[in-house]
């Protein structure tokens, strides 16, 4: 029995997590568990997976929580995440809650020994360096659960790793892959949330839709297979049915495929080497019949381009695109700046910022904050 830890047990991957669970009680339980402020569907989730520990972000929701559930701790804020991640019983903690929130948590769980199934991708964004070198020095395994890792460290096993010549990351195009720039002008949030393949949560919804996203999952898989930004190219892949590729020295390409479904890496990270039987969807591709395929605009979708200057500066640089993106999209949600606009704030706080080299944890949370206030200055 494998015993899991939940960084945001009501959002898209804390939900889908727990389908995984339910799916195999026989091998997995669920016995530590965060949620933000979804408090209904925490009481849900309580009663159905009986786990020993939930947090809560408001000491409001912790104060009534707490006279409810008798037979279990509840926990609020930063310290509560760090008390589900580090929870005595777990084996593998899952982060699954939005943005770099989830560093801290990760990093304590990193020292509490615990393996990561890592969804958080800002953890590795905003401090990749730290997370890596903690993961090593604690000899801990970071296993992917973004689609696109995933598919990357399937297509790796039993390869040797002098032998990658590329990391071929695929990219949907987002809400908008069919639009101009121009077009882009005036459309609103709704619109930015259908995403054509994948249902997700709003902050990455919005990301796909300005190929942040990708920006985001390069920087991660800088960190995660030790790459040259060099050696990680984007490619665009309408259909989300090739996950991702890896080309090797031979010029050999291997490529994981399936239908969209986030169960499956999900569960992959929690059975990793192994595999397990999953009701999903089998892939049909005579039904599907074609695969697209075309070059990234780096013009068209310049949050690409922010991504890859901003890692390959390195040092404090993706804690400021990391924040940065996270406050604009905030801001774009809340229907306080245009979608283009979102962009255009980035590059200022790109612009604006002094590069640290080597950050601590303190460095970058504090470069965190500064630019997210940033960020609101340039709004107010
Ligand atoms: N969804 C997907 O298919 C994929 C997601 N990811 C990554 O996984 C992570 C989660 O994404 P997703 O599930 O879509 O996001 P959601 O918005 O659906 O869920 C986010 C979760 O985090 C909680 N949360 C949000 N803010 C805070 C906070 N400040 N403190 C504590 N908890 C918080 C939410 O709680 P509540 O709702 O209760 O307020 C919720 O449980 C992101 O890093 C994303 O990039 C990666 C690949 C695919
Ligand atoms: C499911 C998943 O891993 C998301 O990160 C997804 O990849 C988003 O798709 P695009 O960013 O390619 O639109
Ligand atoms: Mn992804």
């Not at 898989?221 to 892949?237: C, G, Q, R, S, T």
């Not at 049915?241 to 569960?267: C, K, N």
């Not at 980035?346 to 940033?374: F, G």
Request: charged letters at 25%; proline letters at 3%; aromatic letters at 6%.
């Amino acid at each position: 029995m494998k015993k899991i830890a939940l960084l945001g047990a009501t959002g898209s991957i804390g939900t889908q997590t727990l389908d995984v669970i339910r799916t195999h009680r026989d091998e997995f339980s669920l016995v530590s568990m965060s949620v933000g402020q979804n408090i209904d569907k925490a009481r849900e989730i309580v009663a159905e997976f009986q786990p020993r520990i939930l947090s809560v972000s408001k000491k409001e929701d912790y104060e009534v929580l707490k006279d409810e559930f008798l037979n279990i701790t509840i926990v609020y804020g930063e310290e509560g995440l760090i008390e589900v991640a580090t929870c005595s019983e777990a084996d593998v903690v899952v982060t699954a809650v939005m943005g770099s929130v989830g560093l801290f948590p990760t990093i304590e769980a990193i020292r509490a020994r615990k393996t990561i199934a890592l969804a958080n991708k800002e953890t590795l964004v905003t401090a990749g360096h730290l997370v890596m070198k903690e993961a090593r020095e604690y000899g801990v395994s970071i296993l992917p659960v973004d689609s696109e890792h995933s598919a990357i460290y399937q297509c790796l096993q039993g390869e040797n790793m002098k032998e990658i010549n590329r990391l071929i990351i695929t990219a949907s195009g987002g809400s908008f892959r069919d639009k101009t720039r121009q077009e882009l002008e005036g459309v609103t949030v709704e619109e930015a949330l259908n995403h054509p393949n994948w249902s997700m949560g709003a902050k990455i919804t919005i990301d796909s839709a300005t190929m942040m996203n990708k920006g985001l999952e390069v920087i991660e898989a800088h960190w995660l297979f030790n790459m040259p930004y060099e050696k990680i190219d984007v490619l665009l892949h309408k259909q989300s049915i090739i996950h991702s590729m890896v080309e090797f020295h031979d010029r050999s390409v291997m490529a994981q495929l399936g239908t969209p479904d986030m169960r499956v890496p999900i569960q992959y990270a929690l059975t990793y080497p192994n595999r397990m039987v999953l009701p999903s969807t089998p892939l049909n591709l005579a039904e599907i019949g074609t695969l697209d395929f075309a070059k990234m605009d780096f013009e068209r979708y310049r949050c690409l381009s922010f991504a890859f200057e901003a890692g390959k500066t390195g040092g404090t640089m993706p804690t400021v695109l990391n924040a940065a993106n996270e406050q604009a999209v905030a801001l774009f949600l809340e229907g306080k700046i245009s979608f283009l606009q979102i962009e255009d704030v980035i590059e200022k706080a790109l612009n604006w910022h002094t590069v640290q080299q080597n950050p601590c944890l303190q460095t970058i949370k504090e470069v965190d904050l500064e630019t997210r206030s940033y960020v609101l200055s340039l709004i107010s």
